[in-house]
């Protein structure tokens, strides 16, 4: 459910109405809701939404015409609409740890992250700065990758989260490298895409032009990109003011970012309401809306839910993808 007083709570409402109870047949997987009851009614009935929420508990069935919530019991006391606190801190992270223990046990096939607050993390004494790190932390899991998703454009992030100073001192052949092989495997695995087309973004204006603009591309990225076997076609590095134009007309399936702001910018210009984020690397499928608590318009009505719905669609199609029934 994400953050108790953000916008997840609501779009989750409307994600139900719109598709899962108007459309059941739209989705072939189930849907359970690991959150709060209580706020999910609130939502409903302070915006007048008419639907039916009940208690689910592993191994029951999910009815079709009712949102199921698996609650985490984590007391809340009073909310207000957009402004977390430390009890709704401790709620979302609870969240988290409950879906990923479910499934664990094998109770469920994937997890859609609404969005989290990370400061509210911070405050709430977690060590990791956003989801995708907690969960790598939850799975052990080392070597973890975001990948943006969208019907257009798909963008990999070798550094994520990192102040831009960081970033160049961050690059190196073997996170490269590394980046470019779990790529590939998520688009084969994952999309179903047998032999991917994977561009490399360089890091610098013009790819350093020859080293005036910075030596990046000939230290570390050029030489990953060569020293790639595998299967696929890799490319670059490309000059990163063209390639997401060229990935987005369908020359690559792919492209690889050194930076997140680099490969998030254009990725939200085309798919702001309905981009994804999935997590490479983890043992579980996860999948993401691609936006945040938007505090400031919480409990008003307003927010979309074009991206939990693809984020939905996207964890769905992955684990049919894994179990080999979509070619």
Same mark, same amino acid.
């Given at each position: 459910? *994400?953050?108790?007083?953000?916008? *997840?709570?609501?779009?989750?409402?409307?994600?139900?109405?719109?598709?899962?109870?108007?459309?059941?047949?739209?989705?072939?997987?189930?849907?359970?809701?690991?959150?709060?009851?209580?706020?999910?009614?609130?939502?409903?009935?302070?915006?007048?939404?008419?639907?039916?929420?009940?208690?689910?508990?592993? !191994?029951?069935?999910?009815?079709? =015409?009712?949102?199921?919530?698996?609650?985490?019991?984590?007391?809340?006391?009073? @909310?207000?609409?957009? %402004?977390?606190?430390? $009890?709704?801190?401790?709620?979302?992270?609870?969240?988290?740890?409950?879906?990923? =223990?479910?499934? #664990?046990?094998?109770?469920?096939?994937?997890?859609?992250?609404?969005?989290?607050?990370?400061?509210?993390?911070?405050?709430?004494?977690?060590?990791?700065?956003?989801?995708?790190?907690?969960?790598?932390?939850?799975?052990?899991?080392?070597?973890?990758?975001?990948?943006?998703?969208?019907?257009? @454009?798909?963008?990999?992030?070798?550094?994520?989260?990192?102040? @831009?100073?960081?970033?160049?001192? +961050? +690059?190196?052949?073997?996170?490269? %490298? =590394?980046?470019?092989?779990?790529?590939?495997?998520?688009?084969?695995?994952?999309?179903?895409?047998?032999?991917?087309?994977?561009?490399?973004?360089?890091?610098?204006?013009?790819?350093?032009?020859?080293?005036?603009?910075?030596?990046?591309? $000939?230290?570390?990225?050029?030489?990953?990109?060569?020293?790639?076997?595998?299967?696929?076609?890799?490319?670059?590095?490309?000059?990163?003011?063209?390639?997401?134009?060229?990935?987005?007309?369908?020359?690559? =399936?792919?492209?690889?970012?050194?930076?997140?702001? %680099? #490969?998030?910018?254009?990725?939200?210009?085309?798919?702001?309401?309905? !981009?994804?984020?999935?997590?490479? !690397?983890?043992?579980?499928?996860?999948?993401?809306?691609?936006?945040?608590?938007?505090?400031?318009?919480?409990?008003? *009505?307003?927010?979309?839910?074009?991206?939990?719905?693809?984020?939905?669609?996207?964890?769905?199609?992955?684990?049919?993808?894994?179990?080999?029934?979509?070619?």
């Amino acid at each position: 459910m *994400g953050c108790p007083v953000g916008i *997840g709570p609501e779009i989750i409402n409307k994600f139900f109405l719109e598709t899962v109870l108007a459309r059941p047949k739209s989705m072939s997987r189930p849907v359970v809701v690991v959150g709060n009851a209580e706020v999910l009614a609130r939502v409903a009935d302070e915006l007048g939404m008419r639907v039916k929420i009940q208690s689910w508990l592993p !191994g029951n069935e999910v009815e079709p =015409d009712v949102i199921s919530v698996f609650d985490s019991g984590t007391p809340l006391g009073k @909310l207000v609409w957009g %402004q977390p606190s430390l $009890d709704t801190a401790r709620a979302m992270i609870a969240y988290i740890e409950d879906a990923v =223990d479910l499934i #664990g046990q094998g109770m469920l096939a994937a997890m859609v992250t609404c969005p989290i607050s990370k400061i509210s993390l911070q405050q709430a004494g977690s060590p990791f700065p956003g989801h995708t790190e907690m969960l790598a932390s939850l799975t052990s899991t080392h070597h973890y990758r975001m990948m943006m998703a969208g019907s257009r @454009l798909r963008v990999i992030l070798v550094t994520i989260h990192e102040p @831009l100073n960081r970033v160049s001192s +961050l +690059l190196n052949r073997k996170e490269i %490298q =590394d980046c470019i092989a779990m790529t590939v495997r998520s688009l084969q695995r994952d999309f179903g895409i047998p032999s991917p087309r994977v561009a490399v973004a360089g890091l610098n204006p013009h790819c350093g032009e020859n080293g005036m603009f910075g030596d990046e591309e $000939d230290v570390c990225i050029t030489p990953a990109v060569n020293a790639y076997s595998g299967p696929g076609e890799i490319s670059g590095p490309w000059p990163p003011d063209t390639v997401f134009h060229r990935a987005a007309a369908g020359e690559h =399936d792919a492209v690889i970012a050194m930076y997140h702001d %680099q #490969g998030l910018i254009p990725f939200k210009l085309l798919h702001f309401k309905d !981009g994804v984020n999935v997590t490479l !690397g983890l043992p579980i499928v996860r999948t993401s809306v691609d936006h945040g608590t938007a505090y400031d318009i919480a409990g008003q *009505g307003v927010a979309d839910p074009a991206s939990l719905e693809a984020a939905v669609r996207m964890a769905t199609d992955i684990c049919r993808h894994r179990a080999g029934k979509l070619q």
